[in-house]
């Protein structure tokens, strides 16, 4: 390893071992390098540097404490929560459920601010003008591609159809919404007023199965299908193999930090789930036997 990525890996350790809060339950923003994990009706923060089990959980939330802000219908939408991204400066979790839901979850209070019906959702994201796009997977009412207004619950704004959507990236550079489906990778812009999207162009992906998608810098994004991971270059429009988990199955969420070679990530060991966290550089499994774990997301 190069001596800048020895320093820049030590640094990291040195913040994540620096306490946030006394008690974290209290936390009111994530700490850069800590890592969202979500399965069941539930959502963790963890602080890698303090465990490697659940004594590394600073922050939970499960959806029964914030339940009585929304229609109690929802109870039942929330019971395999699928993505839990940070967002707005690491200030809240925008939430999906495959059981049906799409929240926005404040840290601080546990307050719901935004919440919609979305069926067999598996991915969503943050948009301009406070918008939030979401992907549907395989359900009678699904596979699409949704957006919301943030301030409107539960009405769709635009629709397009999605076959086992599972992925949803803004690139803010661009201005351009990068969506994963089963075979396919779609690139779409908001149109003028905000209010819609238009498709710019679809390409396939080197495999079937796409499962997840996320963000390595402003001209790169990973794509994870059934069996295996690629590195997708936006500018040049062509997929490479990301020799880490280029042959890997079922990789369920993927986070790569290319600056200092970080990669964190979660695999379907017990059918869709798992008790574990991979992390690379340095080695680490983070094991959670309470939670039927699916992804994770790290703050960046």
């Not at 306490?19 to 959502?43: E, S």
């Not at 679809?202 to 963000?215: A, E, V």
């Not at 070679?261 to 309470?290: D, F, G, H």
Request: hydrophobic share 40%; charged share 20%; proline share 5%.
């Amino acid at each position: 390893m190069k001596p800048s990525r020895i320093i820049d890996t030590l640094v990291l350790w040195i913040i994540l071992a620096i306490p946030f809060l006394g008690n974290g339950q209290q936390l009111t923003q994530i700490p850069k390098g800590y890592w969202v994990a979500c399965g069941d009706d539930k959502v963790l923060i963890i602080n890698p540097a303090i465990g490697s089990d659940s004594s590394a959980i600073v922050w939970k939330w499960q959806f029964g404490e914030s339940a009585n802000q929304i229609p109690k219908e929802y109870s039942n939408y929330f019971k395999s929560i699928d993505e839990c991204k940070p967002v707005f400066s690491n200030k809240k979790i925008l939430i999906t459920s495959s059981t049906g839901a799409t929240c926005l979850l404040n840290i601080a209070d546990k307050k719901i601010e935004f919440y919609a019906k979305t069926p067999m959702a598996h991915s969503a994201d943050i948009l301009p003008g406070k918008l939030v796009a979401v992907a549907n997977s395989t359900h009678p009412k699904g596979n699409s591609l949704e957006l919301y207004q943030l301030d409107q619950p539960e009405k769709p704004i635009y629709k397009d159809t999605l076959y086992s959507g599972h992925g949803v990236i803004w690139n803010n550079r661009l201005q351009q919404l990068f969506v994963l489906g089963y075979d396919d990778l779609r690139t779409y812009k908001l149109t003028d007023a905000k209010k819609s999207l238009t498709l710019v162009n679809t390409i396939k992906i080197p495999g079937q199965g796409g499962h997840d998608l996320s963000r390595i810098d402003d001209n790169r994004l990973l794509v994870s299908f059934t069996d295996g991971v690629v590195i997708f270059s936006i500018k040049e429009r062509k997929f490479d193999p990301f020799s880490p988990l280029a042959d890997a199955h079922h990789i369920k969420s993927i986070n790569w930090n290319a600056k200092i070679n970080r990669l964190i990530y979660t695999k379907a060991e017990e059918s869709w789930w798992t008790n574990n966290i991979y992390a690379t550089n340095p080695n680490q499994k983070v094991y959670i036997p309470t939670l039927k774990l699916y992804k994770v997301r790290v703050c960046d």
